[in-house]
């Protein structure tokens, strides 16, 4: 009989911190700049040099430790991890080990529409490797040491994820949560944001833990999935044929959609930790900590209860404009200068703003359209000046020209008509050319009535209002009974 | 004129009898006379030195003065000076030129000093008799036969040879005292953290502190004066407040209690213990009085010693891998013979040794056995200390077991040549001040008297140096030039 497996899964997610400077020296964290630019003495491990800890770093961290519930330790202690390779310029890289600044906490995710916990075992602060490039030149490989000494911290979860929609359901929380705080950029792309997926299987209803693989550096949602779910089938082939899973890194490759070998434990360094002498404890005091908390900004889960208690939408909207920090935000500042409802708002800005953000290809934080313009549409649809048809048209030329909705309906003249007076001369007149029509639509032929609206909007210019234009035609057609 | 101490230096260059131009002539002349034999300068800065005291003089004619303004100084190679080349005293380094200066450079350039040259030392500071030196042995003055000891072997044969007034050092486990001690002239290495590290190459991060050598204690106060403070480019550097060294140590003299561990005279020779007992004799003379004490742990100060700075030396010099800087082999067909063929051709003998040793200490599997056990040691010692100094104000010894040795007497045997440092090691894994001073020949050859004392009691263990010197004067002999040319 086949035997059923579980999935276990744990990630190890790097996050880059926001730090205008690195974690250990004064050089700019930039990215993009030249090669080796925005690398000093101290980066480029020159012999007598020494770190200095950024205290911006050290608050990043504490502020996401706060936010998942964990302990801060207030005598963390960094750890130099030893290895030699060549965009590594000291041989050795400064981390924590021990003692890790923040411990235990966690994070809920939506698990098949239930809460689940997920729980995080520590995150620590460390310092990111440089670049080595291979393929620029053609015998020899380049390093780029810009990045070496970017802060990171690295937030390890214990392996309570069971499926890779979990894994990414979490990934994506931890994502969002870091841009929340302010301390993350959350550029996957820049490599700002990744992660390194541990993998392994047992029978269905076990309590022990298989043998794991590592995947190393995952840089998008969709690789880790596709990851972690190649790793799984790869796993379970493995374990079908009765043989062991070997304790290994892999690498993903995302042409192939497979993942491969990297080394296998026995190949592993010895990173000979010790804790790192050039650097005294890092002394956290309770001050600093209610500080940090005071300052802490509304995370993801209280804005969504917000959203829903505050303003009555449904959770599908508010997993979707909660879904970025700058998105709620805008939400936000549009609804403080609207006079209509605000599902009305909702609507729009999902059905109409992200649609537009997602033909351009452009990021919730650069839509180019400001709250305060929005707004003005919004208020010149529900005042009836403008139709939706033509709110469309305006949106998307304010998205283009970056002006204010009043400028485009002005230069274009795209206001609406909705003046009573002004529209029952237009419907009088159409019905008094129309007189033959009138007698048949009379006479039953109620299809006609449609004609007489288009006629009527058509007079018009297309500015008459087309919800008066049809109550008004109605009455007119009864009168004359 | 080498016979004067910097205080009266700074007297005759402020009242412009001499200027800091001829003084700088009158040591560079000599390096060059007598330093061939012995061999305790790696690279001579003249051009920059000759350059350097002539806008001194410029200044004091203006009469802007500063406290060491015109003062000749041969630096460690261990300092990163900008511009010129700091090799360590390894073929690693041979061709590196640091693009900064060490803040302790700084600080002595902002003094008013000239710097003459640097000077030799055990590779990367590594060893206790200058011999592991890429550059070649650096003889003892008193006897070109024998070490100057190590690792500042350089700087304190020349401060001995009067090729220099005054120099600076690094001691990790001995490495300022020692040499001091065996060369006949004062070595102060201060409280762990009262000068910066920033920009001197590490050995062992946790243990290394900069210091000085000169003629007399006052001088080592003045120049200790304008090294020490906090630094905001080393983390360990100490906020502590930086006292006028040379005024605490020159303060009225009232007596003192003096610890004497009995440890610290077992294995001792014969003839240096008669000579201890001789200088205890002197500070007993003016109301000191002396108590035996016990150190115990110290006996193990050498074991954990030899695996903490091992241990740590092995992660510091990971940064030499021919990728950057220093030397690179010169046939590599991948990124590992790089480094294996980089690391084997450019350290020598003893550097690889400890850097197995210490990745060895460090490995899964030995690192609480002597990693976290050497730290335990390295605790006790300190508490020990500690409870000595709630007894006592100042603890002395022999600097060391004996006189110095022959040139290469103990070069294969690393276990002879790491006991050289018995009595220095301890000092350093509790992060203790402590200085060498003169206290009298064996034969022909000097002997030196180490004091030592809680954290940042520097101003007391020089005010009794002063005061032993004031009755005393071992530390105005010097070894006869005339006899090696």
Redesign the interface.
């Known amino acids: 009989m086949d035997i059923e497996y579980e999935s276990v899964i744990g990630l190890e997610v790097h996050v880059q911190l926001k730090t205008k400077s690195k974690i250990f020296s004064q050089a700019s964290t930039n990215f993009g700049a030249n090669p080796n630019t925005q690398a000093c003495?101290v980066d480029?491990?020159?012999?007598?040099?020494?770190?200095?800890?950024n205290k911006e770093a050290v608050r990043m961290a504490i502020t996401f430790g706060l936010a998942v519930g964990a302990r801060i330790e207030n005598n963390s202690i960094f750890a130099?991890k030893?290895y030699?390779y060549?965009d590594l310029?000291?041989?050795?890289q400064i981390s924590q080990y021990e003692i890790p600044i923040v411990s235990g906490g966690s994070l809920d995710i939506n698990a098949n529409g239930e809460l689940k916990k997920i729980r995080i075992t520590r995150a620590h602060l460390e310092e990111d490797a440089g670049k080595s490039i291979h393929d620029l030149y053609e015998n020899e490989?380049a390093?780029d040491l810009n990045r070496a000494g970017t802060p990171l911290i690295e937030i390890v979860s214990e392996p309570d994820m069971r499926s890779s929609k979990e894994a990414v359901e979490y990934l994506k929380k931890i994502h969002n949560l870091v841009r929340y705080l302010d301390i993350c950029d959350g550029n996957m792309q820049e490599g700002s944001f990744r992660c390194d997926a541990n993998v392994s299987l047992r029978a269905k209803g076990s309590n022990e833990l298989g043998i794991r693989t590592e995947i190393k550096n995952l840089n998008s949602f969709k690789f880790v999935e596709q990851a972690i779910n190649f790793e799984i089938s790869r796993q379970t082939q493995v374990l079908s044929k009765g043989n062991n899973v070997v304790q290994e890194t892999r690498l993903y490759d995302p042409n192939k959609n497979q993942t491969r070998s990297m080394r296998s434990k026995e190949e592993a360094n010895?990173y000979?930790?010790?804790p790192d002498?050039?650097?005294?404890p890092v002394e956290i005091t309770k001050e600093t900590i209610t500080k940090i908390m005071e300052n802490m900004p509304e995370l993801p889960d209280k804005r969504k209860t917000r959203f829903m208690d505050e303003y009555g939408l449904e959770e599908y909207d508010v997993d979707i404009l909660i879904s970025e920090k700058s998105l709620s935000n805008y939400f936000e500042k549009v609804v403080k200068k609207v006079t209509c409802d605000v599902k009305f708002v909702a609507n729009w800005m999902i059905t109409e703003l992200l649609a537009l953000s997602n033909k351009h290809s452009i990021l919730p934080a650069n839509i180019p359209v400001s709250p305060s313009d929005f707004s003005c549409l919004i208020n010149a649809i529900s005042d009836k000046r403008i139709s939706s048809k033509q709110a469309k048209t305006i949106l998307e030329k304010m998205w283009k020209s970056g002006k204010s909705p009043d400028e485009i309906i002005d230069e274009e003249g795209f206001s609406q008509i909705s003046d009573e007076g002004q529209i029952n001369k237009l419907v009088d007149n159409v019905l008094k050319n129309h007189y033959k029509s009138v007698e048949e639509y009379k006479n039953g032929k109620d299809k006609l009535f449609g004609f007489f609206v288009g006629e009527i909007i058509k007079e018009s210019k297309g500015k008459a209002n087309p919800q008066i234009v049809t109550q008004i035609l109605k009455e007119k057609l009864k009168d004359d009974n | 004129m080498e016979n004067k101490t910097l205080t009266e230096l700074t007297v005759e260059l402020k009242s412009k009898k001499i200027s800091s131009s001829e003084l700088t002539k009158y040591y560079l002349e000599k390096i060059k006379k007598y330093d061939p034999r012995l061999n305790s300068f790696i690279t001579l800065t003249e051009e920059f030195a000759l350059k350097k005291a002539s806008q001194i003089d410029t200044e004091i004619s203006k009469g802007n003065f500063k406290p060491l303004s015109g003062i000749p100084i041969a630096q460690k190679d261990i300092?990163?000076t900008k511009g010129v080349r700091?090799t360590?005293g390894s073929k690693m380094?041979s061709n590196?030129i640091?693009?900064?200066d060490?803040t302790v450079i700084r600080k002595l350039n902002e003094a008013g000093t000239v710097m003459i040259g640097k000077t030799n030392m055990d590779e990367f500071a590594m060893g206790s008799s200058n011999e592991t030196s890429y550059f070649g042995t650096v003889k003892n003055p008193w006897d070109l036969e024998r070490v100057p000891g190590g690792s500042s072997g350089g700087s304190a044969a020349c401060v001995s040879a009067g090729l220099a007034p005054c120099a600076t050092g690094t001691d990790t486990g001995g490495s300022i005292r020692q040499p001091a001690s065996l060369t006949g002239i004062c070595g102060l290495k201060p409280t762990y953290g009262r000068v910066s590290?920033?920009?001197?190459?590490?050995f062992?991060?946790?243990l290394d502190q900069a210091g000085v050598f000169a003629k007399t204690a006052e001088d080592c106060a003045l120049l200790l004066t304008h090294m020490s403070g906090y630094d905001?480019?080393?983390?360990?550097s100490s906020r502590e407040s930086v006292p006028n060294y040379l005024q605490e140590c020159k303060a009225e003299f009232k007596g003192m209690k003096i610890g004497i561990p009995k440890e610290f005279l077992e294995g001792l020779d014969h003839d240096v213990h008669l000579i201890f007992d001789e200088a205890v004799k002197q500070l007993e003379k003016v109301n000191c009085k002396i108590v035996e004490i016990s150190l115990k742990s110290s006996k193990l100060g050498v074991s954990a010693y030899q695996v903490v700075a091992p241990?740590?030396c092995?992660?510091n010099?990971?940064?030499y891998?021919g990728?950057?800087?220093g030397h690179r082999t010169k046939d590599a067909e991948n990124?590992i013979e790089l480094?294996k063929k980089s690391r084997s051709e450019g350290f020598g003998d003893e550097v690889k040794r400890r850097i197995l040793v210490g990745?060895y200490a460090?490995?899964?599997g030995y690192?609480d056995a002597y990693?976290i056990k050497a730290q335990k040691i390295r605790s006790l010692i300190s508490r020990e200390f500690k409870e000595a100094f709630d007894k006592v104000d100042l603890i002395i010894g022999p600097t060391t077991p004996d006189v110095a040795f022959k040139l290469g007497e103990k070069l294969n045997d690393p276990i002879a040549m790491y006991l050289s440092d018995i009595f220095t090691v301890s000092t350093n894994l509790a992060g203790l001040p402590a200085i060498s001073i003169p206290m009298g020949m064996k034969k022909n050859l000097p002997t030196g008297l180490q004091i030592i004392g809680g954290h940042f009691q520097e101003s007391k263990l020089l005010s009794l140096a002063h005061e032993f010197q004031k009755m005393t004067d071992w530390h105005l002999q010097k070894p006869d030039n005339q006899k090696w040319i």
């Open positions: 003495a480029l491990g020159l012999p007598g040099v020494l770190p200095v800890l130099r030893n030699f060549p310029p000291k041989g050795y490989s390093i010895d000979r930790y010790f002498p050039d650097l005294l | 300092f990163c700091t360590c380094l590196f640091s693009p900064y060490a590290r920033y920009g001197m190459i590490a062992a991060s946790s905001e480019q080393d983390s360990t241990a740590e092995s992660s010099l990971s940064r891998d990728v950057r800087f990124i480094y990745t460090l490995s899964a690192y990693y």
